[in-house]
């Protein structure tokens, strides 16, 4: 069972930065997977906005391009997400999955970007 814990969210002012974490456990072999961060905003449905395939290579949504770095660590098994120059509108529960429309996911973690 695929089990999916993010961290590192929290309260920072605009152009801000940020690194979320998520440690993922469970019987899957994480590094033969593709994994994904979504997002959803307040009232909001899930968001793409990044994937990693199993090689490393590397996928964006317009909204985070240039700004946001998706990486990770098969030996760690963990996702990283790296977040610069962050925008209010980039408030939301971030999420790391195993599927890009989310359904497979952990519980979150709040990223809060203040004006």
């Known amino acids: 069972q695929v089990q999916l814990v993010e961290s590192g969210g929290g309260l920072v002012q605009s152009g801000g930065s940020l690194r979320l974490s998520c440690a993922a456990s469970g019987g899957f072999a994480f590094s033969s997977y593709w994994m994904y961060w979504v997002r959803q905003a307040p009232g909001e449905g899930i968001e793409w906005i990044s994937s990693i395939t199993h090689g490393g290579q590397t996928y964006y949504a317009d909204s985070v391009k240039g700004r946001f770095t998706i990486s990770r660590d098969n030996a760690q098994r963990t996702l990283y997400l790296r977040m610069n120059n962050l925008k209010p509108e980039d408030t939301a529960l971030y999420y790391c999955?195993?599927?890009?429309?989310?359904?497979?996911r952990g519980q979150g973690t709040q990223v809060t970007v203040s004006s």
């Open positions: 999955a195993t599927s890009r429309d989310g359904r497979n």
